[in-house]
């Protein structure tokens, strides 16, 4: 089984032995660590995809230190942080370009939780499972059989409860960081890691349309906002002093000879009089 693994970088403080914190540091986040060891344990292919700048390349490197086969680079340089959909979208694109069986992704990273799954999964039109804790009919809790196109695997339900679940392949997992400890690498296998090339890819080859700004504000909704028509007229006022534009805003002295606002110089039952006489002369009251 071929497995895609998205790694994304976190934000690390690293505090020394004199007990002096150091600046946060961007690495593999440890969620997606454990989505590593999980492809590792159960795939003879595991492919490490990085979304972003440095820090995702970086990312990518550590995945492959771990004992990844390969590492992929989707590169670009983001803003800031990356719209969760823009994410799902790109790794759901690298993943069919790989022609991979499955893609696991760790829950509860720093960029997204538990949706990216979900998302990723809508992408590819693929079934998906979240808070997996267990891969592999030989070590899920149960003695059901599994067709041959089918994944088993036991999963979360709330605490106390877990389900065992045939599902069919290609699939999206996401991978609980309960799963299991990621173990420290081999020298041989640290030493091969970062030595390994990594592919470098291009945003724009893996996702058409997308680029730095889009990746970085995700889906934007536009909504034309028309002012009132009492009050704004339209076009605000371009002539005049400020106090007449204002004026002609609030409806005053207009070309029409309306008044959208009127000050009443009277004692308060008469003012509210003429408010009523208004009201039931224009159809309001």
Known sequence: MKVAVGVRPSPHRLIDD????????????????????????????VVAVGIGGRPANDAVRTALTMGADRGVHVSFDPIEGI??????????????VEDADA???GERAPLMGVEAAGLAAARLEWPSATRVTTIGADDVAADD???ANELAVQRKLEIGRQEVLGISLPAVLGIDSSFANPRRASLETAVAGRRAEIESIPLEDVAPGENRFSMNVGNVT????????????GEPPRGGTVEERIYRMLGRDSDEGRSGGE????PPDEAAERVVEYLREHDLL
Do not use: C, M
């Open 222 to 233: 536009i909504e034309r906002v028309a002012p009132h028509e009492r009050w704004g007229r």
């Open 145 to 147: 059989e599994f067709a």
């Open 263 to 266: 000050v009443i110089n009277a």
């Open 83 to 96: 719209a969760g959909e823009k994410y799902a979208r790109v790794l759901a694109r690298a993943t069919a």
């Open 103 to 105: 893609l696991y992704v």
């Open 18 to 45: 004199g007990g002096t914190a150091r600046p946060y540091r961007q690495q593999l986040s440890v969620a997606d660590r454990v989505a590593v060891e999980a492809a590792l344990d159960t795939a003879e292919t």
